[in-house]
C-alpha cells in the first residue's frame, strides 16, 4: 500500500494511518501545485498520498457520524514544519573525506591532498571498502568511499587537475 509522500514521513495505511490522494485534474490543477508547493516537491505521480498527520484539526469536517476523517473541500497540508526542518538538517550534515592523489614521475613527485564532503547517509568508512587504484599515467588514487555520486563527481574533477598539472609540469 502506499505511503506519505512527504519526505521523512513514513506513515502507511498498514500502520492505521489516513492517508489522502493529492488534487488531481484540470479543475484542480491550481490546488494541486499549492500542495505540492507546501510540501517542497517539484511533481508527483497522480497516485501520491499525504496522510493525515500533516493536516491540521481545522482541516477536517467535523461531527461526522461515522467518525471517520474526510478533508475539507479546500484543505491544505499545513503541519509540514517538523519533517521539513529534519529533512534539511539531514542533507546539511555532511561527512569530511580525504583523497590522496599521488602524481608522480621518475624525478619529481607531486602530492596532492584534497578533502571533499558527501552526506554522511552516503558514506562508507569502512577499510574494506577503501581502494587503491593506478592508472596508466602513474597516478595513485586512494579513496575511502568511492561509490558515493559526489566522491564521482570529486574524483572526475581531481582527475581534470592531475592532467592540468601533466600539462603544466611537460612546460
Same mark, same amino acid.
Given at each position: 500500500?502506499?505511503?506519505?509522500? %512527504?519526505?521523512?514521513?513514513? #506513515?502507511?495505511?498498514?500502520?492505521?494511518?489516513?492517508?489522502?490522494?493529492?488534487?488531481?485534474?484540470?479543475?484542480?490543477?491550481?490546488?494541486?501545485?499549492?500542495?505540492?508547493?507546501? !510540501?517542497?516537491?517539484?511533481?508527483?505521480?497522480?497516485?501520491? %498520498? @499525504?496522510?493525515?498527520?500533516?493536516?491540521?484539526?481545522?482541516?477536517?469536517?467535523?461531527?461526522?457520524?461515522?467518525?471517520?476523517?474526510?478533508?475539507?473541500?479546500?484543505?491544505?497540508?499545513?503541519?509540514?514544519?517538523?519533517?521539513?526542518?529534519?529533512?534539511?538538517?539531514?542533507?546539511?550534515?555532511?561527512?569530511?573525506?580525504?583523497?590522496? @592523489?599521488? @602524481?608522480?614521475?621518475?624525478?619529481?613527485? !607531486?602530492?596532492? &591532498?584534497?578533502?571533499?564532503?558527501? &552526506?554522511?547517509?552516503?558514506?562508507?568508512? &569502512?577499510?574494506?571498502?577503501?581502494? #587503491?587504484?593506478?592508472? &596508466? !599515467?602513474?597516478?595513485? %588514487?586512494?579513496?575511502?568511499?568511492?561509490?558515493?555520486?559526489? @566522491?564521482?563527481?570529486?574524483?572526475?574533477?581531481?582527475?581534470?587537475?592531475?592532467?592540468?598539472?601533466?600539462?603544466?609540469?611537460?612546460?
Amino acid at each position: 500500500m502506499p505511503g506519505c509522500c %512527504v519526505d521523512l514521513c513514513k #506513515n502507511r495505511t498498514e500502520k492505521g494511518a489516513r492517508l489522502f490522494r493529492l488534487p488531481t485534474g484540470k479543475r484542480n490543477s491550481e490546488r494541486r501545485l499549492e500542495w505540492l508547493r507546501l !510540501i517542497e516537491k517539484n511533481t508527483l505521480p497522480e497516485r501520491a %498520498v @499525504i496522510c493525515e498527520a500533516h493536516f491540521g484539526e481545522d482541516q477536517f469536517e467535523n461531527k461526522r457520524e461515522d467518525e471517520r476523517k474526510l478533508l475539507r473541500p479546500f484543505a491544505k497540508p499545513n503541519l509540514l514544519e517538523k519533517h521539513t526542518i529534519e529533512a534539511k538538517n539531514q542533507l546539511t550534515e555532511k561527512v569530511s573525506r580525504s583523497v590522496e @592523489i599521488e @602524481i608522480y614521475d621518475k624525478q619529481n613527485p !607531486i602530492n596532492i &591532498n584534497c578533502t571533499s564532503l558527501c &552526506n554522511d547517509s552516503n558514506s562508507h568508512t &569502512n577499510e574494506d571498502n577503501s581502494n #587503491n587504484m593506478t592508472n &596508466n !599515467i602513474g597516478t595513485n %588514487v586512494v579513496d575511502e568511499s568511492q561509490n558515493t555520486p559526489l @566522491i564521482k563527481k570529486k574524483d572526475k574533477d581531481i582527475r581534470k587537475l592531475k592532467k592540468a598539472l601533466q600539462k603544466k609540469k611537460r612546460m
